[in-house]
Antibody, heavy 123, light 108 residues
């Protein structure tokens, strides 16, 4: 089974930018649509963004649409999340996950998750 | 924006049955997925497509859905089941994903 490893988190000043990466262990990455999800301290899981298998279609939750950019490089088995104009409320653990699978085994579920990377925004 | 509503907390004693509900207007037309999330770990899929259980998930976890409400049932709750549980679905376009607010299960 494919494994995912997020990186790129850290302590960042408010107003700064950050690029998170999610590297897959196998080229199976290229057959999955991929999502970013975060969990802020004391809050629940929040879906942020989705990118299609090819990278040609992207979707965002309304609250991050203007500042977050999702992308992927299938030649590197890597998913990215560019975060600009960081705010204190962006402090969270960021997870990457698949959405669905070509064989539909789990429907549209995210059954593969990384361990997360922590982003702390200092004000 | 579309929302899914869960109770913030549920408490049960070991061996009892816990039920976590998830309400949303689009649920009659969209599948519900359930995840278990423990501190310091990645979320884990425990129910997909309303009622189906992935391999490796204990039979005490089950899901159901009727109308605008889906329910996660945990039978014979164990101490290790203490975690946050999230429902997930999509809006009516089936494109935008949404999570419920999460339910903290406390095993007394």
């Amino acid at each position: 089974e494919m494994e995912l490893l997020e990186s790129g988190g850290g302590l960042v000043p408010a107003g700064g930018s950050l690029r998170l990466s999610c590297t897959a262990s196998t080229s199976a990455f290229t057959i999955y649509a991929m999502s970013w999800v975060r969990r802020a301290p004391g809050k629940g899981l929040e879906w942020l963004s989705l990118v299609s298998v090819s990278g040609g279609r992207t979707y965002y939750t309304d609250s991050v649409r203007d500042r977050f950019t999702i992308s992927r490089d299938n030649s590197k088995n890597t998913l990215y999340l560019q975060i600009d104009s960081l705010r204190a409320e962006d402090t969270a653990v960021y997870y990457c996950s698949n959405r669905g699978s070509p064989n539909g085994l789990y429907g549209d579920a995210s059954h593969i998750w990384g361990q997360g990377t922590s982003v702390i925004v200092s004000s | 924006s579309y929302e899914l509503t869960q109770p913030p907390s549920v408490s049960v004693s070991p061996g009892q049955t816990a039920r976590v509900t998830c309400s949303g207007d689009a649920l009659p037309n969209q599948y519900v997925y359930w995840y278990q999330h423990k501190p310091g770990q990645a979320p884990q899929l425990i129910i997909h497509e309303d009622t189906r259980r992935p391999s490796g998930i204990p039979e005490r976890f089950s899901g159901s859905s009727s109308g605008t409400t889906a329910t996660l049932t945990i039978s014979g709750v164990q101490a290790d089941d203490e975690a946050d549980y999230y429902c997930q679905s999509a809006d009516s376009s089936a494109t935008y994903v949404v999570f419920g607010g999460g339910t903290k299960l406390t095993v007394l």
